[in-house]
């Protein structure tokens, strides 16, 4: 079955620093992409996604490119913020009508000033 | 904003009881899924209904069971709670979710936090 596996983390860095969380996926077919992010406190929100190969998807500041070859969808940011402190939780959907999302397990950030 | 509602925000009940999460999908979005987030398990996909027929289903408990009305919002209802159904439970909606392939986001509820004590 599908499956995600990132960076668990916690991962801590000081504003300004830059970030990659990675997150790598085993799936049939052409799955889509998917990175969501978690406020303390809040639900889910879509930060971005990609549905074929070498789409990048971004967002804020926020970009991951959909690599097939290596089955990866790492989240970069070059320059992060105190305010993205959050879980950040990688996903993937199935193609077809497999439309479940499989998430990874997610990674928590926080960003000191 | 992401135009799915939930209701309650909080939910406290005892074990052995039965409680009913609601959900209102954003307008014009025909699928309904939903998630329960906990801290051993971590997000995981419980069941999908499509224009008010189930499509999917997951990792879901005989005791818990769901439904999609004719309005399309959707209620999952949670029976006979034990102490390990203490999780936040995420409804999400998405256009499509039918017969057809399609790559459409599911955008998230703010979820409802269950605490069974």
């Known amino acids: 079955g599908n499956s995600v596996t990132q960076m668990e983390g916690p991962v801590t860095l000081s504003e300004e620093a830059f970030l990659t969380i990675n997150c790598t996926y085993t799936?049939?077919?052409?799955?889509?992409l998917f990175w969501y992010v978690q406020y303390p406190g809040e639900g889910l929100q879509l930060l971005l996604k990609a549905t074929k190969a070498d789409d990048k998807g971004s967002n804020k500041g926020f970009e991951a490119t959909y690599r097939k070859e290596t089955t990866s969808f790492h989240l970069e940011k070059g320059s992060v913020q105190v305010s993205d402190s959050a879980v950040y939780f990688c996903a993937l959907s199935g193609g077809g009508s497999n439309y479940k999302l499989t998430f990874g397990k997610g990674t928590l950030l926080t960003v000191n000033p | 904003d992401s135009g799915v509602t939930q209701t309650p925000k909080h939910l406290i009940t005892a074990t052995g009881q039965r409680v009913t999460l609601r959900c209102s999908p954003r307008s014009g979005d025909l699928s309904v899924y939903w998630y329960q987030q906990s801290l051993d398990q971590g997000l995981q996909f419980l069941i999908q209904?499509?224009?008010?027929?189930?499509?999917a289903k997951g990792n879901i408990l005989e005791r818990f069971s769901a439904q999609q009305f004719p309005d399309l919002h959707s209620e999952l209802n949670l029976s006979s709670l034990e102490l390990g159904d203490s999780a936040l439970y995420f409804c999400a909606s998405s256009v499509g979710g039918g017969h057809l392939p399609t790559r459409d986001t599911q955008y998230f509820g703010p979820g409802t936090r269950l605490t069974v004590l």
């Open positions: 209904y499509y224009n008010g027929e189930e499509r």
């Open positions: 799936a049939t077919g052409y799955p889509s």
